[in-house]
């Protein structure tokens, strides 16, 4: 998961940094609400951890301005108001979920969990696709439930593919989830994970599981209930490419 995190206490946040890295995510601190917003232009997260208290305002300001220009990413708002009406003006605003602080370290990283894969379509922690499983909560693979050995980075490349099945992900995508800042590696390195992905699910009989379309990047299908020999490969149009903003 790529993960932006808004909260305006350097202290708190560096305590939420180390949380949000047991879900094996990158995560991207920012202070302001409107340093937020540059970074939500620039990437594309899995979730917005939002803090009410930013350093230029309120949270729940913030969070409007999201959902006025239009970003739909999931956002956990962390809140330190019990009052049932302002808990509900920050749902209606356009939060997913709230957790109040002071707040449990193991029932944080589930919410952050829950909201990424309730809003791809998963209603458990273990991602299933055909015979594929990933495990969100102890982070491993599994295929007709026996192990599969990844390593990290291929454990992120499979739960992106996989929160976002059916979608093509372009390389640049790929980078983003796995590494951080600007100094991230070739996109050509995405190629040999996928490569040697391939080869390990190849090994079980399911290879074609992730799929190249060419010029784009990759796309994960959903193969459980169309025998592998005739899965049919659906033409792809041409996709713009990526708008990238300088920050």
């Known amino acids: 998961m790529r993960i932006l995190l808004a909260q305006g206490h350097s202290a708190e946040a560096k305590a939420t940094i180390a949380l949000l ?6 995560v991207d601190h920012v202070r302001t609400g409107r340093d937020a917003l540059m970074y939500l232009q620039t990437y594309e997260y899995d979730i917005v951890v939002l803090d009410r208290s930013l350093a230029d305002g309120d ?43 002071p707040y449990d370290a193991e ?18 922690s273990v ?29 992120a490349i499979l739960e992106l593919m996989a929160l976002r099945k059916g979608r093509v992900i372009p390389k640049q995508n790929f980078l983003d989830h796995l590494y951080t800042g600007l100094d991230g590696p070739e996109t050509r390195v995405i190629d040999v994970f996928i490569c040697n992905l391939r080869k390990k699910l190849s090994n079980w009989g399911f290879g074609n599981l992730i799929d190249t379309v060419r010029g784009h990047g990759y796309i994960m299908r959903d193969l459980s ?13 041409a996709l713009p490419a990526p708008l990238r903003v300088a920050v």
């Not at 209930?225 to 033409?235: F, K, N, T, Y």
């Open 21 to 26: 890295g047991e879900t094996g995510g990158i």
């Open 59 to 101: 949270g729940g300001d913030a969070l409007r301005r999201f959902r006025a220009q239009g970003f739909n990413t999931p956002v956990l708002m962390l809140v330190d108001y019990t009052s049932g009406r302002s808990r509900a003006q920050a749902l209606r605003a356009g939060a997913d979920d709230l957790l109040s602080k």
């Open 107 to 124: 029932e944080f990283t589930a919410r952050v969990e829950a909201v990424v894969r309730r809003r791809n379509g998963f209603a458990r």
């Open 127 to 155: 991602l299933r696709v055909g015979p594929l499983e990933i495990d969100m909560a102890s982070r491993e693979v599994r295929i007709d439930d026996q192990p599969l050995a990844v390593t990290r980075k291929e454990y």
């Open 225 to 237: 209930d169309v025998p592998a020999e005739i899965v049919p490969i659906p033409r792809v149009a």
